[in-house]
C-alpha cells in the first residue's frame, strides 16, 4: 500500500483519493527512517527479476481490474542478453505517479529506477499528482512533450484520466499501469499491462491474523475505502468473506468509509461510541489504521485488536511494540516496480506481456516483523523498530 511525512500537511493537499495504494499512503518516521529506504537494491548482474527469495508456492487470490486471472511476478524475467539489447535502444522513461510522498510509492520508484539504470533506460520525469486528477492529465500533458517512450503510472481517477493516458498510447509511448487501469483502454492495445499486489491475498492475511488473536470470536468493525477502486475493494471482500468462510463466530457489526486517509480516526472514534463492545477492528490501509490506533487508545480500549494491509513505518513500530496492532498483510512495491520495469521491456522487445500480473501477499506479524520489512524494502528495518523489538 504501506508514509505520510505530516499528516497536517497532507489534510490540506488531499482532496481525492483514488486508492491506497495504492494503492496507499503510509506514515514515514523520522529523517533517518525516511533515508533508510533503498536507493538501489535490485541485483546488479544476472537476470532481472523480483526478490527469489519470496515464496515461490504461494496461490495469487487476486483478479485483474476486469477480471483477469493474475500471472506471478515470479514468472517474469529479463536475461543478461535481453538487457543489452534493450540498452542498445538509449530508451526514456517517466513515472507518473499518483502520489510519491509515501514509503508505498517510495519503493515502487526506488524499483523502478533501480531496474531501468540496468536497462539502460533514462528517466526524464517523476511527477507526483497529490491525489489530484486535474493535476494528473497536466502531468502527463507536461510529460508527453519530453517524447518519452515508457510511462508507468497509476491514475487517480480511471475515468477522468483517460483521455490524457489514451492521448500517450496514441502518440506511441508504451503505458505500464500499476494497481489500477484507466477506463476504456485495453490491454495489448492501449496498454502493455498492469501490476498490482495480492490485495485479495492480503484481506485474507489480515483477517486469519485477527481471528488467531481473538481465538476466532468477536464483533468486528470494518473501515473501508468509500471509492470505486478494485483494489481496496478486493480487501475488504476477501477480509469479510474469509469471515464468512472460516471464522463463523467472528460477526462484522459496524462499518465506516473513508475517502481521504486522515478520516480513520473520526470514523473509528464514531464506531467505538456506537460500539463500546467491538473486539477487533479492520482497516483498510496503514495509514488510516494509525487513526484508528488512536482512536483506539484515546477511547481507553487498547485490547482491541486492529489488523490492517501495507507495511509503513508506524503500524510496523506498533506491530513490534505489541500494541493494538497485531499485524497485516503487506504488499511488496519495491518488487512491483521492478515487474512493471521487466513488462515495460518485454514491450520494447516484442515479447508477449500477459494483462494481469500480480505480485504474492506477505503475512507480517510481530514473530516476522524484521524479516518482513527487509523483504518489503530491500533494506533493514528502522533502528525503532529494532529497538522495539528487542
Known sequence: MKKLFSVLSIVMIITVLALVGCSQGSSTGSEGEKNSMPKEAAATSGPLTINKE?????????????GETAVSAKTLELSEQDLEEIKKGKYTAALVMHYAGNDWAKAQIDGLKASFKRMGIKVVATTDAQ??????VSDIETVLA?????IVSIP???VSTASAFKKAAEAGVK???MDNTPSGLEAGKDYVSVVSADNYGNGVAAADIMAEKLNKKGKIGMIFHEADFFVTKQRTDAFEQTLKDKYPD???VARGGITDPNQGEKVASGMLTRNPDLDGIFVVWDVPAEGALAAVRSAGKEDIVITTIDLGTNVALDIASDGPIKGLGAQLPYDQGIAEAILAGYALLGK???????????TVTSENIL????????????DTIQNAVK
Open 352 to 362: 508477449e506481456t500477459p494483462p494481469y500480473v500480480a505480485v504474492p501477499a506477505l
Open 250 to 252: 467472528m460477526k462484522i
Open 146 to 150: 519530453k517524447k518519452p517512450d515508457l
Open 156 to 158: 487517480v481517477d480511471p
Open 175 to 177: 503505458l505500464v499501469f
Open 131 to 136: 491525489f489530484k486528477a486535474e493535476k494528473q
Open 371 to 382: 524479516d518482513a520489512w527487509k523483504l518489503v524494502y530491500h533494506t533493514e528495518a528502522p
Open 54 to 66: 519470496l515464496p515461490s508456492d504461494q496461490e495469487i487470490l487476486s483478479k485483474g481490474p476486469h
